[in-house]
Structure formats: structure tokens, C-alpha cells
């Protein structure tokens, strides 16, 4: 049995190891089976990122869901007939919870009835064989691989294989799936799978996509690395203007979605992980109206307050940037805290977008300055309770100070940072310093946080500042320098 439970480990994020723990436990509480699967599957087999995480359950995922609300998860949206719940869970990490289940079709292109069953037939039901593998996190099975269309060969062809000759008869909008998993991931349309799709194209079939299935499409595409990639396969086959005519007619704004995705790059740099569908979704629709972007969400059927959110956010953004960019900002340690609360999506539109300098120029200062300043915070801490500042409110305060200064290019070293230290804390330096036994002892609250955090943070943010900074409290320096 191939163990891919430490693949998974070793690839989710704290937060996301987190959700699924909690899953799994609750699963297991309701006595239901309860599988990873879809995207994230995928996903983890072909070392692409986890953006979200999809689970099946063998019952009612809405139980599992209110359960987990109690815990600060947020529903987004739920589906009550597919028993599908869209949820956020605590720790901002987002995915999906339905319920297994079998898509009858008595004709080919007729609508399915739905019937709630065991994991192995709802991964036959689905769209490839790509999409078509989970992995259980039961407990006497996990890290099970469950693979009974044999998408993991598929996966090292490198091809996209829909499942039936009837795949695209009866869901049209697999034709946009199709082409939008070739894209993304450099795959090709295994041979069957192409004829299969010529033939729905011949037959038209493109043309009877569903509003509701083709705004998905939209936003799972807005969603992607490389949005641009899958707009221009669905523009090659023509099947854009199934999307929307005006957007096949005036074209997506290539452009922005480039200048946006270089954007998006910068702040993975900086540290931040960027969701970036409310400005990728206006950068695909750019060159259209602002009139005919809402048309145009509305026809797909978008949620009202989903449309509201897209319509508004440039208008949103450019206030923020007005305010970012002026007199109460003046002082960087303001423009900090402002940023700090900022959406990163906002600040994305506006490094891509903004034509207010002010405004860009101090998130970028943030970026690449600021927030590395941030990680030092613990080594001022650590400084401080060297020279002998015992925790409490003034502590803290001072600290904050200094920080606030370093954000104007003061205090740098080590060594200005002692004679700022030393100034507003009032201590003088002893002329003969008392070697104090540990750290531990000295400090409070402040100090015994500090000392373990500041290791990391000096080697990120100022290395020679660090290696003091982890010395036993009772300051070495001022002895160096009386050899001096
Ligand atoms: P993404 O990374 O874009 O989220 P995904 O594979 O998770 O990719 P979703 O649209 O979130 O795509 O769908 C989740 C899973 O549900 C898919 O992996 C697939 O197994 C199944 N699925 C989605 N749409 C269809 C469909 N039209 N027909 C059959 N199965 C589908
Ligand atoms: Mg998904």
C-alpha cells in the first residue's frame, strides 16, 4: 500500500494540517468515512501548490460543517441538494467538504439524478482520471490511495482522459475543463479524449453550456497561476464566446493579467500568499465597460454580493490609496499599521494598477523593508533586557519606539540601537556590568517570549544584531569597550 499520508504531510501548510485533522477527527466522531480528494489530490501527486483542500465524505458533510463553524470556520456558500459546503476554515485556508455521490444520467445528456453512495462511485462519476483519485483518512486505511480510473498513469503521460464517450454529452461544460486542466498543467488530450471532444464540437455542443456551470469556469479560472494560458486555448477553439460574447468580442485584457501575475510573484517573494480572484476576475474583464463586466457577471450568475465585491473593489482601492498616501500617513510607523490590515488583493491591485506613487511607493517600502524590520522586534526585545529593563508597559513601549525609529533608518546597529535603548529607558551603563546567570531570570512577560523567537528572526532580519542579541543578559559590549 503506497503511503502518500507523508507526501501530505510534509506538503500542507500548518493551517491546512490543521483543517484536515479536524475533518478527520469529526468524521470519524459521526462514524463517517471521509476521503481527500479531486484538485488536492491532483495537486499533491503532480507537486503543484495546495491551494484548497476537497473532501469527501461518506454522509453529511453540513453536520461536519456546523461543527467546524464553532471553531471559527466559515461557510461560503452551501448546496444543499449536491450536499456540497464551500468553506473557510480556521486560519484562512480554504476548500470544500460534499457528500459522495453517483450521477445517474437514464439518457445520455439529460439531467443526472443524483444518488448518495460510497467513495469509489463518486470518483467514477467524475469529469477525468486526473480528477478521479482520493486518499483516505480513515483510520484503519489512511494514506490509501484510491485510484480506480488509473489517473495516476494518465498524470505521468502527461494527458487528460475524460472517463465515458459520453463525458462531454453530459456536461458540455467539460469542454472548458478539459481544455483549462491541459493548459494549466502543459498536458495534452489523450487520443480518445480528443476525438470525443471534436465530436461535441461538431455536434455543437458548446453552445448548450449552462450559465451557472460557465461562471464556475470563470471562477476557477480566476483562481489559476496562469489564467492567461487557458484564455487563449479557450479563445484558439472558440468556446471564449461561450463564456460570454462581449468578452470573446473585445478580448481579455491580457495585459492586466500579466502585470498582475508579476505582482503576484513580488509578494510571494515578500512572504505573503496572494489570493487574487476579485482583481484577476476585473484584469481578465479590463477591456470591457463597466457596464458590460456587470452584465456579464450577472448573466453567469454570480451572487449578488460576489458581483457587488468585484464592481466595487477598483473604486475601494483607490480610496485606500488616497489615504495611504496622505498627511496621516506621514509617519511610516502609521502607514505601517494602515498596511498591516490592508487585504493583500488590495495591495495587488494597486502595485499592478495605481497610478499614486505615494501610495505604491510605501507598499513597496512595506514589502521589502518594513516587514523584515518587523522580525527583529524580538532581538530590540532581547536588547533590551540585556542592558536591564525589566518587563512591563515601559518595555513594551519602548520597543515599540525603537521600531517605529528603525522604520526611518535609525537604529541599524547594534550599537545605536544600545544608546537609543539606553535613552529612553533611563539606564546608564554600569561601569562595571554584573554578569546576571540566565536570561530566564531576567525580564518578564516580554523577555522570556523573546529570547526563543529572536534566534530566527536575527537570521532573517539583522544578522549581527542577532548573535548579541542571544547572549546571556548582562552586556558584553560595554566591557569590549572598556578594553578599548
Ligand atoms: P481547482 O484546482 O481549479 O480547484 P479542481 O479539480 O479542484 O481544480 P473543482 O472545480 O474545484 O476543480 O472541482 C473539484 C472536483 O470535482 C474535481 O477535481 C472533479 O473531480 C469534480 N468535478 C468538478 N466539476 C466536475 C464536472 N463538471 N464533472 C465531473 N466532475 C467534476
Ligand atoms: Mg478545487
Known amino acids: 500500500m503506497p ?37 488536492t489530490v491532483r495537486d499533491l501527486i503532480t507537486g503543484a501548490s495546495l491551494r484548497d483542500l476537497d473532501f469527501t465524505v461518506e454522509g453529511n458533510p453540513s453536520k461536519i460543517a456546523r461543527e467546524l463553524e464553532k471553531g471559527g470556520a466559515k461557510v461560503l456558500h452551501e448546496d444543499e441538494k449536491l450536499r456540497h ?53 480513515n483510520p484503519a486505511s489512511r494514506g490509501l490511495l484510491l485510484d480506480p480510473t ?7 503521460r502527461a494527458e487528460v482522459r475524460a472517463l465515458t464517450i459520453h463525458s462531454f454529452t453530459n456536461q458540455p461544460v467539460r469542454l472548458l475543463r478539459v481544455l483549462r486542466f491541459a493548459a494549466r498543467m502543459g498536458f495534452k488530450l489523450e487520443q480518445r479524449t480528443q476525438e470525443w471532444f471534436d465530436l461535441a464540437i461538431e455536434r455543437d455542443l458548446q453552445h448548450t453550456i449552462g450559465s451557472e456551470d460557465a461562471g ?35 478580448h481579455p485584457d491580457y495585459d492586466a493579467i500579466n502585470r498582475l501575475n508579476k505582482v503576484r510573484d513580488d509578494l510571494f517573494l515578500a512572504g505573503l500568499r496572494p489570493r487574487l ?23 453567469l450568475e454570480f451572487r449578488s454580493a460576489e458581483i457587488e465585491r468585484i464592481l466595487e473593489f477598483e473604486e475601494e482601492a483607490q480610496a485606500t490609496a488616497k489615504e495611504l498616501a496622505g498627511k ?18 488590495t495591495m495587488a491591485q494597486l502595485l499592478a494598477f495605481s497610478s499614486n506613487s505615494g501610495a505604491v511607493s510605501k507598499i513597496r ?21 540585556a542592558i536591564g529593563m525589566p518587563a512591563g508597559p515601559k518595555f513594551d513601549a519602548i520597543v515599540n519606539q525603537v521600531f517605529a525609529m528603525q522604520l526611518t533608518g535609525r537604529g541599524k546597529t547594534p550599537e545605536e540601537r544600545e544608546k537609543i535603548l539606553r535613552k529612553l529607558s533611563g539606564i546608564k551603563e554600569q561601569p562595571k556590568p554584573k554578569e546576571s546567570k540566565s536570561k530566564e531570570k531576567k525580564g518578564g512577560k516580554f523577555a522570556a517570549k523573546a529570547v526563543a ?19 546571556p543578559a548582562g552586556a558584553k559590549k560595554p566591557e569590549k569597550k572598556k578594553k578599548k
Open 216 to 250: 464556475a469556469e470563470l471562477r476557477g479560472l480566476a483562481r489559476e497561476e496562469n489564467p492567461g494560458a487557458i484564455l487563449k486555448s479557450w479563445e484558439e477553439h472558440d468556446l471564449l464566446e461561450t463564456v460570454n460574447a462581449v468578452l470573446a468580442k473585445k
Open 365 to 385: 517600502a512595506y514589502l521589502n523593508k518594513w516587514r523584515p524590520l518587523r522580525q527583529g522586534i524580538p532581538t530590540i526585545a532581547n536588547e533590551l533586557t
Open 453 to 471: 523567537p529572536a534566534a530566527k528572526a536575527a537570521a532573517h532580519a539583522e544578522k549581527p544584531s542577532a548573535a548579541k542579541g542571544h547572549k
Open 328 to 345: 496621516k500617513m506621514a509617519a511610516p510607523i502609521d502607514a505601517f499599521r494602515f498596511l498591516e490590515k490592508m487585504p493583500v488583493d
Open 150 to 156: 488509473n489517473g495516476l498513469s494518465d498524470i505521468e
Open 277 to 299: 480572484a476579485t482583481p484577476m476576475k476585473l484584469a481578465i474583464l479590463g477591456r470591457l465597460k463597466d457596464r458590460e463586466q456587470g452584465s456579464l457577471l450577472h448573466k
Open 85 to 137: 459546503v464551500e468553506i473557510l476554515f480556521a486560519g484562512d485556508c480554504e476548500g470544500s467538504i460534499a457528500a459522495a455521490r453517483d450521477d445517474h444520467y437514464v439518457r445520455p445528456g439529460t439531467r443526472p439524478e443524483i444518488r448518495w453512495s460510497t467513495i469509489m462511485e463518486d470518483l467514477r462519476r467524475r469529469d477525468f482520471s486526473l480528477n478521479a483519485i482520493a486518499i483516505s483518512l
Open 3 to 39: 503511503d502518500y499520508m507523508f507526501l501530505l504531510e510534509s506538503r500542507l501548510l500548518p493551517e491546512q494540517r490543521a483543517a484536515m485533522l479536524r475533518v478527520q477527527e469529526l468524521s470519524a466522531a459521526m462514524g463517517y468515512n471521509v476521503y481527500l480528494t479531486g484538485g
